[in-house]
C-alpha cells in the first residue's frame, strides 16, 4: 500500500505564493509520474501539472509560466511552486503518483486565493 501525504496549503492573497510538498511512503514500486490535480466544487478534477522520471513536466495552460513542479526522487516527494496565485486558483490541490503498482492518491490540500 503506497500513502501520498500532501501539506503546505492555506489561505492567501492574489498574487502570493505557496508551496505544496507530497510525500510517499509504503509500497513504492517503478515510480513513473507523480503530479498535481485539483478539483473545485461541481466540477471534474483537473490536472495540474506532471512530472515523469524522466524530468520531463507537463502543466495545464492555466498556471503554465506560475507553477512549477520538481521533484525528489530519492525522497519520493513532488513539490508545487505556486507563484502569483490568483483567485481561480482557489481548490483542493490532491497529490497523485502513478507506478507498475498502481494509481494513487493524497487526501487533498485546500488551497484558497482571495482577492
Known amino acids: 500500500q503506497v500513502q501520498l501525504v500532501e501539506s503546505g496549503g492555506g489561505k492567501v492573497q492574489a498574487g502570493e505564493s505557496l508551496r505544496l510538498s507530497c510525500a510517499a511512503s509504503g509500497s513504492i514500486f517503478s515510480v513513473n509520474v507523480m503530479g498535481w490535480y485539483r478539483q473545485t466544487p461541481g466540477k471534474q478534477r483537473e490536472l495540474v501539472a506532471n512530472?515523469?522520471?524522466?524530468?520531463?513536466?507537463k502543466y495545464a495552460d492555466s498556471v503554465k509560466g506560475r507553477f512549477t513542479i520538481s521533484r525528489d526522487t530519492a525522497k519520493n516527494t513532488v513539490y508545487l511552486q505556486m507563484n502569483s496565485l490568483k483567485p481561480e486558483d482557489t481548490a483542493v490541490y490532491y497529490c497523485t503518483l502513478l507506478s507498475t503498482g498502481g494509481n494513487y492518491w493524497g487526501q487533498g490540500t485546500q488551497v484558497t486565493v482571495s482577492s
Open positions: 512530472i515523469w522520471n524522466s524530468g520531463i513536466t
